[in-house]
């Protein structure tokens, strides 16, 4: 297959023809000036055909300008796209679905301009290609045109992550400003976005993400303890990442490919928390129908993690201090102790020297699993980190439920960083995923962030203080001072002298206040 560029001034429209048609090489190109051309209601006043085939290099750039493409099957536009986009981009004009497809195949293009209601059989149909492309490319600019008033059609065309729609009658004189808008900010985005990625692949440690002096002092320890075989206790609050600590200790250690059991002892019922731990022989309790290994020797030769260690039992703690002590383990039932190789790693969120002197941890335990301590720092002390992870968990989740690229609107990730985040990593995770998956469109705004995020926001008081739509400054100001004037002389007993002192204004400012605003008070 052949396609031809009809260049009419700056706009290029693309034809597609049989290869045997053109005797032709693969990549080769010809010119062709034909002083007129009138193709049905067609105009070709000037212009030169390019040819090639589809499979050859990339298409040949005309000068600097963005490359844009304009799907159409309405012909009365031409004159207007000629004065208003080809002056400005390389412009491709095309008729059809696989035309664009086949040229984003091969080109470069930043825009892509579609009108809905003849890119396909129906409207649906251009709601659909934008979907695609927007799949496709998800940094590529899509403007939607219509001749609908159909609210149905912009709703769908937005879900589709449009950066703008126009209804005719379209001036494409404002299209052009649109995209020129669009296109700028695209490329400030995708830099960002570069950046963002060079500074993750910075920034990361294993499946830790940050870039905060406090995540820094945490890798420089988890590379320091990894090699050797010292019990580590991990502390810090509830959802800082704890577990993903003790992962990255284990993958950057001899014992990597080894066994890596991780228990959650918060989650298991007391009744049956020794029996998960140490395993028990068949018949050693009602229930035990067949023997059973339990967590500590399933760990053999590789690594036990222990999480929420403080909330483990008197008993179970003095089996485990054994167990700790001399590497053997006893089932349940059994009266043969087994030898076994583990490093043990444990974390909590507990003030455990608090549970040592309360009497509920065992002090000789607690020495015994906090040789080397490291802390994991909350959320709210991570100066810088929230983006980077706001970043990589739009990855994530985009990726995970197939869905384009979702975008952080530079005002909400104000606020997501003014919050002090009392769930840590795992409450912005969550809250990340619950975006991704109910925010329409591309962009996430300051709109679609939680009520409870925004009014503990200093952003949002912010906004508040100042609406969209803005204030009357003098009113604002004539509203504060009678908000004092009125406290001042309430705090008095309605007396203007003392009320003036307290206010550190002079009496005679103080008496043509209350005047101005008709504030009634004593001498």
Not at 8 to 27: L, T, W
Not at 230 to 252: P, Q
Not at 366 to 387: K, M, T
């Amino acid at each position: 297959m052949v396609y031809l560029f009809f260049a009419d001034r700056d706009v290029v429209r693309a034809r597609p023809f049989p290869q045997e048609a053109f005797p032709i090489a693969k990549g080769e190109k010809f010119t062709y000036n034909p002083a007129q051309r009138r193709d049905g209601a067609q105009k070709w006043r000037s212009g030169f055909l390019h040819a090639r085939t589809v499979m050859g290099s990339s298409l040949t750039s005309f000068g600097a300008a963005s490359r844009i493409a304009l799907l159409t099957g309405d012909e009365e536009v031409l004159p207007e796209v000629q004065g208003s986009l080809a002056s400005v981009f390389h412009t491709t004009l095309l008729s059809s679905r696989d035309e664009l497809l086949a040229l984003l195949g091969e080109a470069a293009l930043e825009a892509v301009v579609i009108d809905v209601d003849t890119a396909g059989d129906s409207p649906e149909s251009g709601s659909e290609l934008l979907a695609e492309l927007r799949q496709l490319q998800p940094d590529l600019v899509l403007v939607a045109l219509t001749r609908s008033r159909s609210k149905l059609i912009r709703q769908k065309a937005e879900e589709a992550g449009i950066d703008q729609f126009f209804v005719a009658p379209v001036d494409f004189g404002q299209v052009q400003a649109v995209l020129l808008q669009a296109l700028e900010r695209r490329r400030k985005e995708v830099e960002a976005r570069l950046l963002q990625e060079e500074a993750l692949s910075r920034y990361s440690f294993g499946e830790l993400i940050g870039g905060s002096e406090a995540m820094r002092l945490a890798y420089d320890a988890v590379s320091r303890v990894a090699q050797g075989n010292a019990t580590v206790l991990i502390r810090g609050e509830s959802g800082t990442g704890k577990e993903l600590v003790a992962r990255a200790i284990v993958a950057n250690s001899p014992r990597a490919e080894k066994p890596f059991i991780s228990v959650n002892c918060a989650a298991l019922p007391e009744t049956l928390i020794e029996a998960e731990l140490f395993g028990h022989e068949k018949g050693s309790f009602t229930g035990a129908h067949e023997a059973r290994t339990g967590h500590i020797e399933a760990a053999n030769g590789g690594t036990l993690f222990l999480d929420e260690i403080g909330t483990l039992g008197p008993g179970v703690q003095s089996k485990l201090l054994r167990a700790i002590e001399y590497h053997t383990v006893q089932r349940i039932g059994s009266k043969i102790s087994k030898k076994i190789d583990f490093r043990l790693i444990t974390a909590t969120n507990e003030d455990l020297e608090e549970a040592v002197r309360a009497g509920r941890f065992r002090e000789d335990l607690y020495y015994r699993i906090n040789v080397v301590p490291i802390l994991l720092p909350p959320l709210r002390d991570r100066e810088g980190d929230v983006a980077l992870l706001v970043d990589h968990f739009l990855r994530l989740y985009c990726s995970a439920n197939n869905l384009p690229l979702k975008r952080l609107e530079p005002d909400a990730l104000a606020v997501l960083e003014d919050y002090s985040w009392p769930g840590n990593v795992r409450e912005l995770e969550n809250l990340v995923q619950r975006l991704v998956l109910l925010v329409p469109g591309g962009a996430i705004t300051i709109s679609h962030l939680p009520q409870q995020i925004l009014y503990t926001s200093t952003a949002k008081q912010e906004s508040l203080l100042i609406p969209e739509k803005g204030i009357s400054f003098d009113q604002e100001m004539a509203r504060i001072e009678v908000a004092y004037l009125e406290a001042a002389l309430r705090r008095t007993d309605g007396k203007k002298v003392a009320a003036a002192k307290l206010l550190r204004l002079d009496p005679q400012r103080m008496k043509y206040l209350c005047r101005k605003y008709h504030l009634q008070a004593g001498e």
